[in-house]
């Protein structure tokens, strides 16, 4: 991890607030997601979609779970750096497993980055986007993620 500060365990506390987010996600825990955010959070969702807010959050993915059943995330964290101290940007790949089915779905691959920042010495997230991975004209890129989130599916699963 790349960490320019002297920081401590900071940095595992940024991840442990990247994984419960998606353990959130995996738990289709709308509520849980949003509770892990700052009151003008700035969040994207895979197809683009924005929300402000905790409410906004809670809502719009309180009616996907609702109305879709959802994959399950497999994530791999790439990269923290310390912005300042109180201010951390995580990036991680990630690849979805359908319901019912026991492999990566490669063409839902994502990058996702989040910013968090530390209100009152707890870590919030202030910024979350969810890029699709789609590396075009580049489909060994594809299956060459698709194979690491595979290994990583296959290690959560012993």
């Known amino acids: 991890m790349n ?11 940024v991840v442990k607030l990247y994984y419960t987010l998606i353990e959130s996600w995996n738990a289709r825990s709308a ?9 003008n959070v700035n969040f994207i969702g895979f197809d683009g979609s ?17 109305n879709h059943s ?3 995330y497999v994530t791999l964290v790439r990269q923290v750096y310390f912005i300042t101290e109180d201010v951390v940007m ?12 026991d492999d990566i779905n490669h063409a839902v691959n994502a ?14 997230i202030a910024s979350f986007q969810n890029t699709p991975a789609a590396y075009h004209g580049r489909p060994e890129l594809s299956e060459a993620l698709s194979n690491e989130l595979r290994q990583e599916w296959n290690k959560l699963k012993e």
């Open 3 to 13: 960490t320019p500060y002297a920081i401590g365990d900071a940095e595992n506390k």
């Open 111 to 124: 990058i996702q980055t989040l910013i968090a920042v530390k209100e009152k010495d707890v870590w919030k």
């Open 50 to 66: 924005l929300m402000n807010s905790p409410e906004e959050i809670k809502t719009s993915l309180a009616q996907i779970f609702a």
């Open 70 to 72: 959802t994959g399950t």
């Open 31 to 39: 509520e849980g997601m949003a509770a892990l955010t700052i009151e």
């Open 90 to 101: 995580l990036r991680a790949d990630v690849g979805m497993v359908p319901p019912g089915k």
